[in-house]
């Protein structure tokens, strides 16, 4: 069946660092990859996504490229900031799967000033 | 656009009692929608996929007696939690796919329920 590797959190950053979360995923087919930001006491919130290979998803400064050639989906910001202090999700829909999501088990981040 | 609310945001029920549980696409028609659960700490785990007007599918180990959905509108669907037990306590949380906007779901802020 899918799934969705990410690495553990926390993780702990300073303002103005660099940011990347390993995602790896294993599909039969050819699924479409998102992340997803859920900040403190909110909903899941769709910060990118990406539907086929070498597509570039983008969003508020986070990038994450759909590499077929290593089922990864690796999510990258060059300079956070403290609001981008939440938990993020990796996560897969494959087409066959009337659009269901698989999740990653998030990683939380903690950006300090 | 494309919001989705749920109702209530949280709710304590007695063991043995049901609670329900609302989810509404606000702004947008939703052929289908999904409920997960969260528990602490811890990722999603997709419950059942709800199409308007027949009935849910259940992920495997998912109790569908226990777990009742109704999807009877294009811009609602209910999870009741029958017989609750305290090991029902978690988050759960319902996400909506716009009707022929493909396979972007919209999530709901989430329904905290705690079973006493």
């Known amino acids: 069946g899918n799934s969705v590797t990410q690495m553990e959190g926390p993780v702990t950053l300073s303002e103005e660092a660099f940011l990347t979360i390993n995602c790896t995923y294993t599909a039969t087919g050819y699924p479409s990859l998102f992340w997803y930001v859920q900040y403190p006491g909110e909903g899941l919130q769709l910060l990118l996504k990406a539907t086929k290979a070498d597509d570039k998803g983008s969003n508020k400064g986070f990038e994450a490229t759909y590499r077929k050639e290593t089922t990864s989906f690796h999510l990258e910001k060059g300079s956070v900031q403290v609001s981008d202090s939440a938990v993020y999700f990796c996560a897969l829909s494959d087409a066959d799967s009337w659009g269901k999501l698989q999740f990653g088990a998030g990683t939380q981040v903690v950006v300090t000033p | 656009g494309a919001v989705v609310s749920q109702h209530p945001s949280w709710v304590i029920c007695k063991s043995g009692t049901s609670v329900k549980i609302e989810c509404r696409s606000l702004d947008f028609q939703a052929t289908t929608m999904f409920w997960y659960r969260q528990f602490p700490k811890q990722s999603l785990m997709l419950m059942a996929t709800?199409?308007?007007?027949?009935?849910?599918?259940?992920e495997q180990g998912v109790e569908k007696d226990k777990f009742l959905i109704n999807h009877a509108s294009l811009t609602l669907s209910t999870l009741t939690v029958t017989s609750a037990h305290p090991e029902d306590s978690s988050f759960y949380i319902c996400?909506?796919?716009?009707?022929?906007?493909?396979?972007?779901?919209?999530f709901g802020p989430g329904t905290r329920l705690t079973v006493t």
């Open positions: 996400s909506a796919r716009r009707q022929g906007a493909g396979i972007e779901q919209y």
């Open positions: 709800s199409n308007e007007g027949s009935k849910a599918t259940y």
